[in-house]
């Protein structure tokens, strides 16, 4: 069906009443120091996408990429100081309106300026790689396009796999100096979607950071068996390896605890599952309670397409291309592979425009961002994608569980951003260390304490039962998130009413579904606002706070500065919503 606006706009132009439409990718990408869209690994796709393209479209359109690096940059202090810069200057000597433009933002660059250069100028934004919730607004950034995908989208498969298996009394373990931010960032949009569920089931969130020596992972390890039975550690998978092997000294490994290490995506920086194959036997039980998550790769399956991209990389890079393997192929990195889509995605959508654009009128980046979201792209080179309403592409994941069998990880589960679903493997299942062979429940009978239910003994105090019993009950339907800094007690707890959040999202509408279900941690920006009062403050001892991703509450007014620990390590606050 889509070969209709094609003979139009073929009509057009050999009638003399349309031309060639040129289109202009610019990417703003460092050249290299060990992010995966740095363009030693998404330029060569970049081409050869374009190259694609404009065979496909030989008679319609005119593709072409610029890129604009300094190889020198080795920080994003460096990349971010000179990208607006020289996209200003671009804008201002090498543009006319003819010409369709679209920027390929960094995770380095100063984003508020390149969202406001996108908006103002009306050109499509993209991000190859995984983008901040905050990177799609309808009012900041209308022309976004997230095609590498969004923290919010792993976020989102962590708590439907917690529900999934009723674990509500959570444990995160954050890596402090860990060489990639993707671990903070998800502790930050793994706590917003504990925040949405809020309304209908209590989420228990502790939190301990730790380095990666003995003492401190001992000391998380410690600190998560007083509070949960459910570990999410936030670490590259070697870190994660080393405290399953910690577990059994730590009391860990008798079959109550589970362990969930995520990552972006198996490569050798942030490790895979072949790391947790053939464990000794007193880690076993610890072993068989781990589940690893990661994108699920399926770029493998396109070797010709690999091959070409491979080919390009030695061609424009030579010896910094090798890290390619048959093992590691370009499009199983969600960068590269997203580098090729956005140029398949824009073709595709400004080819579709060409018969309703009038010449000489210029072309909108919200138009087009508009027609890129709430669809299925059919018939792209490296396979059909979908895109939100709001404009996140989502990305698909896979599970893994410990195989006794083969005492290595096997798939057990999938996780489908399109539908928003899970799917558990009938060939592959967990074989849980518990005595039920079933998986380890929320809360043990006897407690994280040991000493309740049939634990409890006769002479316990009665204030040892009652209040547990309280808290639980007060906490009803509610999210309580505990933020430390080498585990020590916090300082304050904010009880706010959850009934009077109002959560931020791309837009107000209840019938949006991204307002309905995901809260976005907005850079420098106020994301939950309540008119209510101020339920408790309780005093606690003191103790420090892990800098996170700018997180504010405001009164209308009062604003409760205690929040501000939530981007400068001065105090600490234990936020309770109920």
């Given amino acids: 069906m889509r070969i209709v606006p094609q003979l139009v706009a073929w009509f057009l132009i050999v009638s003399g009443c349309g031309a060639i439409v040129n289109v202009e990718i610019i990417s703003i990408l460092p050249l290299d120091f060990g992010v995966a869209s740095a363009l030693i690994w998404t330029a060569p796709a970049f081409e050869v996408a374009v190259e694609a393209a ?41 543009t006319n309106s003819d010409t369709v433009y679209a920027i390929v933002s960094s995770i380095c660059t100063d984003q508020t300026g390149i969202e406001s250069v996108a908006a103002g100028w009306d050109w499509v934004l993209f991000s190859n790689a995984l983008a901040q919730d905050t990177f799609l607004d309808d009012e900041l950034t209308p022309t976004a396009i997230a095609v590498g995908g969004t923290f919010h989208g792993y976020s989102t498969m962590i708590i439907n796999v917690l529900l999934n298996f009723g ?8 890596q402090t100096n860990a060489f990639s931010p993707f671990y903070a960032n998800i502790f ?38 007083q509070r949960s039975r459910v570990v999410i ?8 390896l080393e405290l399953l092997l910690m577990a059994h000294a730590a009391g860990l490994a008798n079959g109550e605890f589970v362990f969930i290490n995520v990552q972006p995506l198996q490569q050798s920086e942030f490790g895979n599952i072949s790391l947790f194959s053939q464990p000794r036997v007193q880690n076993l039980k610890a072993f068989r309670a781990f589940l690893f998550m990661s994108y699920r790769a399926s770029g493998h399956e396109l070797q010709d397409l690999n091959d070409k991209i491979v080919n390009r990389a030695k061609a424009m890079f030579r010896a910094e291309a090798t890290g390619y393997t048959a093992d590691s192929p370009p499009l199983d990195s969600f960068a590269t592979q997203a580098s090729y889509d956005l140029v ?65 990880m096997k798939t057990i589960g999938r996780w489908s951003g399109s539908a928003q679903r899970l799917t558990w493997s009938n060939r592959s299942k967990v074989n849980w260390p518990t005595a039920n062979g079933l998986p380890p429940p929320d809360i043990p009978d006897c407690g994280f304490s040991g000493e309740d239910g049939p634990c409890a003994y006769s002479g316990i105090p009665l204030t040892r039962v009652l209040v547990p019993t309280f ?35 791309r837009d107000s509408s209840a019938s949006n579904s991204w307002a309905s279900r995901n ?42 500065y205690p929040f501000s620990s939530f981007i400068e390590p001065i105090s600490g606050q234990t936020v309770t919503v109920y």
């Fill in 471 to 505: 808290i639980g009950v007060v906490a009803v339907a509610g999210l309580i998130l505990y933020i430390g800094y080498d585990c020590r007690p916090v300082k304050l707890e904010w009880l706010l009413d959850h009934k009077e959040l109002i959560i931020s999202g």
């Fill in 54 to 94: 404009n065979k496909r479209y030989a008679t319609f359109l005119n593709f072409s990429v610029v890129l604009m690096y300094n190889a020198s940059d080795r920080t994003c202090e460096d990349v971010s100081g000179d990208a607006v810069r020289n996209v200003s200057e671009y804008y201002y000597t090498k």
């Fill in 188 to 225: 930050g949009s793994l706590v917003a979607q504990g925040a949405v569920n809020a309304s209908n089931r209590t989420f228990f969130i502790n939190s301990c950071t730790f380095l990666p020596n003995t003492k401190s992972m001992a000391d998380a390890l410690d600190n998560a068996k």
């Fill in 344 to 408: 398949d995605m824009l073709a595709q959508v400004v080819n579709e425009s060409l018969p309703f654009h009038a010449p000489g009128s210029g072309w909108s980046g919200t138009m087009l961002a508009t027609r890129m979201s709430n669809r299925t792209f059919k018939g792209l080179t490296a396979g059909d994608l979908y895109v939100t309403p709001e404009g996140e592409r989502c990305l698909d994941m896979d599970i893994y569980g410990f195989s006794t069998a083969s005492l290595s």
């Fill in 519 to 560: 809260v976005k941690l907005r850079s420098r920006r106020s994301i939950w606002t309540t008119s209510g009062p101020l339920m408790q403050t309780l005093d606690r001892e003191r103790r420090s706070t892990l800098p996170l991703p700018a997180l504010e509450v405001q009164r209308k007014s009062l604003s409760l």
């Fill in 233 to 240: 550690i936030l670490a590259p998978a070697k870190i994660a």
């Fill in 167 to 174: 674990w509500y009394h959570i444990s995160v373990l954050l």
